[in-house]
């Protein structure tokens, strides 16, 4: 074999590992329901970004610097979290590293949810569940403060294909995607699923709480 043959080779096999190294990297999330996302983060706020710079956060393993980016906001709201307000969020570099892009001239408020570690900071992700607050309906606003997290206990199955069936009577199967191709529909935009007296839990829509023999209530 020759020297320019092995050349080649050894070539195609670092692209071959920086490929799947690349692959690896990339993000991927699962679509989450706004009640999933904030019974799973650590941290739920209403907020405007004022500014953003890229930081320095330790090194790796390696030695190299980890940089992330850092939003400095003004917190309008919190719904779920610490006992100090938040004044800046930290984010990875790039969307490749599930970094999140926001709009920092102030203007525009946001729905943020994220985890809080250990120092106190709260670090946010594309797998998050982040919405500008004029984009969310009223059902969902209010149910950041009423619903959301009194049922933290149910669960929310994503139904991505039919049949779709319930393991659980504390559980609620998510059709938005089968029913209507998005992740934002109507279960999505306007549903809560909640624990009712017996203990299981169901779809709800409405300011009174569901009768037992029903599966979906909505407001007349």
């Not at 999933?36 to 393993?61: M, P």
């Not at 309906?137 to 039919?162: F, G, M, P, V, W």
């Amino acid at each position: 074999m020759t020297w320019t043959t092995n050349s080649c080779l050894v070539t195609l096999a670092v692209l071959l590992v920086w490929r799947a190294e690349e692959i690896a990297e990339a993000c991927s999330c699962s679509p989450a329901h706004p009640q999933q996302a904030f019974c799973n983060s650590d941290v739920v706020i209403r907020a405007k970004l004022v500014g953003r710079q890229e930081v320095d956060a330790g090194n790796d393993v390696y030695g190299n610097t980890i940089k992330r980016i850092k939003y400095d906001i003004k917190q309008i709201k919190m719904f779920k979290g610490p006992s100090h307000d938040i004044d800046a969020i930290y984010t990875a570099p790039s969307s490749a590293l599930c970094g999140v892009s926001m709009d920092t001239n102030g203007k525009k408020e946001y729905l943020i949810t994220g985890k809080l570690e250990t120092d106190g900071t709260m670090h946010v992700t594309l797998c998050d569940f982040i919405d500008e607050w004029e984009a969310l309906t009223a059902t969902q606003k209010k149910n950041l403060i009423q619903r959301y997290e009194s049922s933290c206990d149910c669960k929310i199955t994503h139904c991505t294909s039919i049949p779709c069936v319930l393991s659980s009577p504390t559980e609620c199967l998510w059709t938005d995607w089968v029913i209507e191709k998005t992740v934002k529909g109507e279960q999505t935009k306007h549903y809560a699923c909640i624990k009712r007296n017996d203990d299981s839990c169901a779809w709800y829509r409405g300011s009174t709480p569901p009768r037992k023999e029903f599966l979906d209530i909505e407001d007349p």
